[in-house]
């Protein structure tokens, strides 16, 4: 039986490594690697991609390139995506700009465009909304915004400025009476109509490309609607003209550097106080470990010699955690639930840990896009038979019978919500005509590695698990009637204490948890992930020995319902979490019904994610804390 078990790990192991073999051929990575040439002869064009606009506070919320009216092509011609690149949202389309390798271009006519007021307006909302446009270049991508909105007085509050002067000049007391209202502002659109764009090449090779605008060329867009509300035909067109600009410039920037300048570079001081704060949290964090530990011991030790001294009396009532020895390992309830959440919670922590491997070695760099998406679906695909073997293993150590059923909840326990909010959001996608909706072809793509890949690992590893798991070995016996519990007052109830038991271990990845948050829904390119794993670590190792805390505490109370309280302990820092969530959203400039709904949304879905990671270590770290102790003492 051990061979077969040594067996089946070598099986996960070699899934696993296909998995991170795959993810860089399937993560639409682009950059020199992929094979394409980057070398170019003087004067050879280069396509120009336009690849997505939308508004910069909303990063969920982005629109293919020409969803706005600016001199769209007759023709779209696209670029091919990776699977990667189609679940980031990347949607490229070649442009018309012409920019032809070390050859200077000065005020090239793009196109001509006529605005009617459709345009305008819509044009208007944008510029409004902070819209951004992204373009990629020989595979580096610039950024740059379509407009800008001015606040400036209104004519009336110009024309009366002089009045309320003469006013407070014949009445100076009138300040110190009332006060005055606030001037109202009017917002001027500006719409840029020069694009200059600043290459640097080295030899052959491109290394760097920036934009910029000419604010002599800007037009202001209030001023085409009120000439268009002027003309007497309803259907008059505004002519607005579009130029671009091209100076190329030498540099000594090698190649194999070009994208670092994508990569935030923290200045010493704010790295070293990064680090000081991580390290201090983590300090923090053993400390309390540590006395903890000292605390529980001694009073574990004190229960051990006082259970095991033969010369106590024969009548003194047994108290504390061992008088709920015959039912603390009574069989909890809806124990096919339970076992579904330690099989996904375990399938979760090992695809994190493949994850943060990745991250070391540098497969989520910038030029990797969607990289980290395809790498969470190929490893989710390769453990699910992890999920699958701990779940029904458990299931058969404790007694269960129905495997069918225990084998379809411990798959669809995370998949199954995920997959219905995934389906919503990308309705709301759709509805809002954006980029992020997932076409057809590409949800194929998924539901195809999930049937063909996931599903049949599951299921081996679902029959490993029946075949190859043995029964609960209980150090005590159960009774037949359960005991009564004693009543307790109201701060020492258990699902308070599980609840406030995750407090620890949110604190030890607090610091880290904003970065993330930054990172996740910001423009901000995480690269700390050494400082990621020892926290991920930290928090794996405070969970465990909170719980086991809780735990005790809760049979010496002679409360022995501790299954499901220890896994609610363990996953209630989700809950903190998801509390953070609200805070982050209160002080960023996020907004909008869709930004809401896929923030929220797949923010639920990560803190699920977590209350089942967290909550299978507290209750794996809980079962093997009880069978320990009660393993120490002489029970009749």
Request: aromatic share 14%; proline share 4%; hydrophobic share 45%.
């Amino acid at each position: 039986m051990a061979s077969v078990r040594m067996s089946f790990v070598r099986l996960i192991a070699i899934g696993m490594c296909i998995a991170l073999l795959f993810t860089p051929s399937l993560c639409g990575d682009s950059s020199a690697e992929a094979g394409e040439p980057h070398a170019f002869a003087i004067g050879q064009v280069i396509p120009l991609y336009g690849n997505k606009v939308g508004p910069f506070a909303n990063p969920s919320e982005q629109y293919e390139y020409y969803t706005l009216p600016i001199c769209p092509p007759k023709e779209e011609e696209r670029k091919a995506h990776g699977l990667g690149e189609v679940l980031s949202g990347d949607r490229m389309v070649k442009t018309k700009f012409k920019l032809a390798f070390r050859k200077d271009v000065d005020k090239a006519e793009l196109c001509k465009m006529e605005f009617g007021s459709d345009e305008v307006e819509a044009l208007q909302t944008a510029i409004e909304n902070d819209f951004f446009f992204e373009m990629h270049y020989d595979d580096l991508p610039l950024w740059g915004f379509i407009g800008e909105a001015r606040e400036e007085p209104s004519s009336k509050d110009a024309d009366s400025e002089a009045l309320e002067v003469q006013d407070e000049g014949d009445d100076p007391e009138k300040d110190d009476e009332e006060e005055k209202p606030e001037k109202e502002k009017k917002i001027k659109h500006i719409l840029f109509t020069h694009y200059i764009f600043n290459v640097a090449y080295n030899g052959d090779r491109i290394i760097e490309i920036n934009w910029e605008n000419d604010m002599s060329e800007a037009v202001d867009l209030d001023e085409l609607a009120s000439s268009d509300e002027e003309g007497e035909d309803d259907d008059k067109k505004v002519p607005v003209q579009f130029k671009y600009s091209v100076r190329w410039s030498s540099t000594d920037t090698p190649f194999e550097k070009r994208m670092e300048k994508y990569v935030e570079k923290k200045d010493d001081i704010h790295l070293e106080i990064h680090w000081i704060s991580i390290m201090g949290n983590v300090v923090t964090v053993l400390l309390l470990m540590g006395f903890l530990a000292t605390i529980f011991m001694r009073v574990l030790r004190n229960d051990f010699s006082r259970y095991a001294d033969p010369d106590l009396e024969v009548e003194e009532e047994e108290t504390g955690w061992k008088l709920v020895h015959g039912d603390v390992f009574r069989t909890p309830k809806h124990l096919t639930l339970l076992c579904s959440v330690v099989g996904n919670g375990i399938q979760l922590m090992i695809l994190l840990f493949g994850m943060l491997f990745l991250a070391l070695l540098g497969a989520f760099y910038h030029t990797n896009r969607g990289a980290l998406l395809v790498a969470a679906l190929l490893l989710f695909a390769f453990t699910t038979c992890i999920n699958g073997y701990i779940c029904n293993s458990w299931f058969k150590k404790l007694g269960g019978t129905n495997w069918v059923r225990a084998t379809v909840m411990s798959y669809t326990l995370y998949i199954g919500p995920f997959f219905a909010v995934a389906t919503v959001l990308n309705f709301v996608a759709v509805a809002y005509n954006s980029s992020t909706a997932l076409p057809f072809g590409t949800v194929v793509i998924i539901l195809l590695i999930l049937l063909l890949v996931s599903v049949p690992l599951h299921i081996l590893g679902s029959i490993a698990g029946r075949q190859y798991g043995s029964p609960l070995q209980a150090p005590a016996r159960t009774n037949k009637i359960p005991r009564e519990i004693p009543a307790l007052p109201f701060w020492r109830n258990g699902w308070l204490q599980a609840t406030l038991t995750g407090f620890l271990p949110f604190s030890a990845i607090y610091i880290e948890l904003s970065e993330l948050f930054n990172a996740i829904w910001g423009y901000q390119v995480f690269t700390l992930w050494g400082i990621l794993l020892i926290c991920y670590c930290i928090l794996l190792i405070v969970t465990a020995f909170i719980t086991v805390a809780q735990t005790y505490f809760q049979l010496a109370a002679e409360d022995y319902r501790w299954w499901w309280r220890s896994i609610f302990g363990g996953g209630s820092t989700a809950i903190f979490i998801f509390v953070k969530c609200f805070f982050f959203w209160q002080a960023s400039k996020m907004s909008g019904f869709m930004q809401g709904a896929f923030f929220f949304g797949y923010m639920s879905l990560i803190c699920y994610g977590s209350m089942l990671m967290l909550g299978a270590i507290g209750f794996l770290a809980s079962m093997k804390f009880v069978r320990i102790i009660y393993s120490n003492v002489k029970l009749d």
